[in-house]
């Protein structure tokens, strides 16, 4: 590794707020050359570190922050060594659960005879505060220990966070109501009682706290524990897909039938680990099985289910050439695949990657929260202290000024703040995975609200990307003409054989020997099928070989003109019998994305490097007004300058290499992921399954995520400007205060879960 950079990626233990977050951000990047993201929702740091920097180091710079860090796994170094698979946390969510559970049943029983021995008097016996104070430091010490414990593990190298409001919030509580009971308050003025422990008949009620104490431990407890769970619920999409393949794989041996005859081969099957399986390894997938990787179908034929990793709802058919994706479920039929590629060079694995990167991210308005929640804590601390300054000094009870202290402490824990945008970043990318929508940042969303134009490319995005057989016409059999065809034209790798072949082999058309063949290059091909010598190639060729063309086939061929098809005629018994149009077809649901483009507030705009009659064909069949054609790549980049020069602001959406430098060039860059490498690495967002529908449910996700982010960012904002001055006047009890807290931050992910319920039109 010398010279290079290592990623690594840390589980933390201990963060509860953006405080915390931006505490071990500024103690890991205090090493010489390493940036780090950390990220609250998923409790994770990724650092990139230069070789010489030791995971011990890193460790060490966590636990300097006062939490503690354990590596989950070496991702990659820039050297290009191996990836490992993505794993799940090795800190298991459902024990932190169980733990806070249990806290919170217990400190719940015993704080609520506390609670109500305080508020109603009439439960009140002789010596209860007694009781109270036997009930409520269990629950205050042992049910408050994990937001104690942080808060001393911080203090010990000279930090505040939001723990160490709620230690000082209870704690105060608690010690003043030991005070009251032990040492009385006698000698203290403004008191509404004055009493002392061996006085009695004193009341000293009105002095405890022991509720608050125990109230708002408990409340905490609880908007912790739901917090927890509900942060697992967000992350569930990422969790299954990277669950999504299979554990053991039946591999395709070859062993020798006979030892004395090495040239007789068998197959047998092993079953073996998936982190076994080898590039080149042909497996088997039964119905019923995920495929275990990435790889091409070399045998059989079956139904694909690849909803959960394309998003695309209807079954795939595979069969032998077909391109199979790891994760995906055969249902119907048996498949033979040979792996190209395995572990973390998968989709699958790429595509969890993605997703994970993405959630590490973070928007300028988080990053502003970030900053102020550093200095945030300090700043509440002194809130606290001049209250109660002001109180005393305006001749209140301290009764009265404890109290509105006490309820600054709690009612101001920026909890809310540090999870705004990472657990509605992380539902948004887990939702986004399911339908086949990457979604590289939180700066993508933000680019995706205001989006007015989008530029699509034709080839790939509007059209299929491929030439198939779109019209057919013969004189007499189109069936006839079609399988003559074929024939001369199986050997070919031409895409418009190919179309020819792959139309003929859908229909099922018998196949037929050729011979004499013969090819003239840009031209066509002849040769003895059935037979009967047929030409099959350009108009001009058949009428250079004194092949007639009938009036009949002479209108057709002037449609196809008009159309601006690619036309292949079949000729035999030396006249023109058949025409084949060939065409890259639109994609079915091109019209409705495009109408639904339009409802976003988005003009779409056809943007081409084929000719201006192909292009205007396809902008009429789809509804694009706006057509620009024969564009080169360099003209592609100046139409999404131009447009931004006039104000626009532009999404590019493309599946090409020559697409790549306008996709990074225009606000939104969207790829389609049956596109090439180069447009996708430019793109913001990356479409699994190529559908242009999905696409425009990308740019929907995206803006209502940035919506949803910016909605708990308000909220968070919001109540902590509103509820400080409001606790400082004396407007909160402590204990309310504790569960408003609570609340904000429980609102902030169940706000962010909402993104669960997102439909796509598709």
């Not at 269990?138 to 001393?152: C, E, I, L, N, S």
């Not at 999504?244 to 062993?255: D, F, M």
């Not at 900053?371 to 209250?387: A, E, G, K, Y």
């Not at 290059?521 to 059935?530: D, F, I, L, N």
Request: charged share 20%; proline share 3%; net charge negative.
């Amino acid at each position: 590794m010398p010279g290079g950079l290592q990623t690594l990626s840390l589980d933390i233990e201990g963060m509860t707020c953006a405080s915390c977050v931006a505490r071990v951000e500024k103690r890991l990047t205090a090493l010489e050359g390493v940036e780090a993201q950390v990220n609250l929702a998923t409790e994770r740091a990724t650092v990139s570190a230069p070789a010489g920097v030791s995971t011990d180091d890193l460790v060490q710079a966590v636990a300097k922050a006062g939490y503690t860090a354990t590596v989950r796994r070496v991702e990659r170094e820039q050297a290009g060594s191996a990836a490992t698979e993505p794993s799940v946390s090795a800190v298991d969510p459902s024990t932190t659960s169980t733990t806070l559970r249990t806290r919170l049943i217990v400190s719940a029983a015993l704080a609520l005879p506390v609670v109500l021995l305080a508020m109603v008097p009439a439960w009140q016996f002789d010596n209860w505060q007694w009781l109270s104070l036997t009930l409520a430091t269990p629950v205050v010490f042992w049910g408050g220990y994990p937001f104690h414990r942080a808060t001393f593990a911080t203090l010990r190298h000279g930090s505040v966070t939001m723990d160490t409001l709620i230690t000082l919030g209870t704690g105060a509580a608690y010690l003043w109501s030991v005070w009251a009971l032990f040492f009385g308050m006698a000698g203290m003025t403004g008191m509404r009682h004055e009493f002392t422990f061996f006085a009695p008949d004193a009341d000293p009620s009105s002095a405890l706290y022991l509720e608050v104490a125990a109230g708002v431990t408990v409340f905490l407890l609880a908007g912790r524990l739901i917090e927890q769970r509900s942060k697992r619920v967000a992350g569930q999409a990422l969790r299954d897909l990277m669950t999504l393949g299979a554990a053991e794989v039946s591999v395709l041996r070859e062993r020798a039938a006979d030892p004395t005859d090495l040239m007789a081969a068998t197959r047998r099957e092993e079953r073996i680990p998936i982190g076994q399986l080898l590039v080149g390894d042909r497996f088997i997938v039964r119905p019923g099985e995920a495929v275990a990787t990435d790889g091409t179908v070399v045998e059989g034929a079956a139904s694909v289910d690849e909803s959960l990793v394309t998003g695309e709802s209807v079954p795939v058919e595979k069969t032998a050439g077909s391109r199979a994706i790891g994760g995906t479920v055969a249902r119907g039929g048996s498949l033979v695949v040979r792996a190209t590629a395995v572990g973390a060079e998968t989709q699958l694995a790429r595509m969890a990657q993605a997703v994970e990167a993405a959630q590490l991210g973070k928007s300028r308005v988080q990053r502003l929260a970030d900053r102020i929640s550093s200095v945030f804590v300090p700043i509440v601390l002194v809130i606290s202290l001049v209250t109660a300054i002001v109180w005393a000094a305006a001749g209140s009870s301290m009764e009265a000024a404890f109290t509105a202290a006490v309820a600054v402490l709690i009612i101001a824990c920026p909890c809310a703040l540090g999870l705004a945008t990472p657990v509605a970043l992380l539902v948004g990318t887990g939702r986004g995975a399911q339908l086949g929508i990457l979604i590289a940042g939180p700066a993508a969303l933000e680019r995706a609200s205001g989006i007015d134009r989008l530029v699509l490319d034709k080839t790939g995005t509007v059209t299929e990307g491929r030439m198939t057989l779109a019209r057919r016409w013969a004189s007499a059999s189109t069936d006839e003409a079609l399988s003559l065809a074929a024939a001369l034209e199986r050997g070919s790798e031409h895409p418009i054989a190919q179309a020819v072949v792959g139309a003929s082999d859908a229909a099922g058309l018998q196949y037929h020997q050729v011979t004499d063949f013969v090819s003239v290059e840009g031209q066509g091909v002849t040769g003895t099928v059935a037979g009967e010598h047929v030409l099959v190639g350009r108009a001009s060729f058949a009428t250079e070989r004194d092949f007639a063309v009938g009036a009949e086939a002479a209108a057709v061929l002037r449609d196809a003109a008009e159309r601006a098809s690619t036309v292949v005629v079949v000729a035999w018994r030396g006249e023109v019998r058949g025409v084949l149009e060939i065409a890259d077809t639109v994609k079915p649901e091109a019209a409705a994305a495009i109408a639904a483009a339009r409802g976003l507030g988005m003009e779409p705009v056809l943007l081409t490097g084929d000719n201006a009659r192909v292009a205007a064909r396809v902008a009429a069949e789809v509804g694009i007004t706006e057509v620009i054609a024969d564009a080169s790549p360099d003209d592609k980049i100046a139409l999404v300058e131009r447009l931004q020069a006039q104000g626009h602001r532009v999404a590019m959406v493309g599946d090409g290499v020559n697409d790549a430098a306008a996709i990074a060039t225009a606000e939104l860059g969207i790829a389609m992921g049956t596109g090439t490498d180069a447009a996708k690495g430019a793109a913001d967002l990356s479409i699994v399954s190529g559908s242009l529908t999905t696409a425009v449910d990308a740019i929907r996700l995206s803006r209502r995520t940035l919506g949803i982010i910016r909605g708990n960012l308000f909220w968070a904002f919001a109540y902590n400007v509103a509820a400080i001055p409001l606790a400082a006047l004396g407007l909160l009890n402590p204990m309310i205060a504790g569960a408003a807290m609570a609340f904000s931050s429980v609102f902030v992910v169940l706000n962010s879960l909402r993104l669960r319920s997102f439909r796509p039109r598709s």
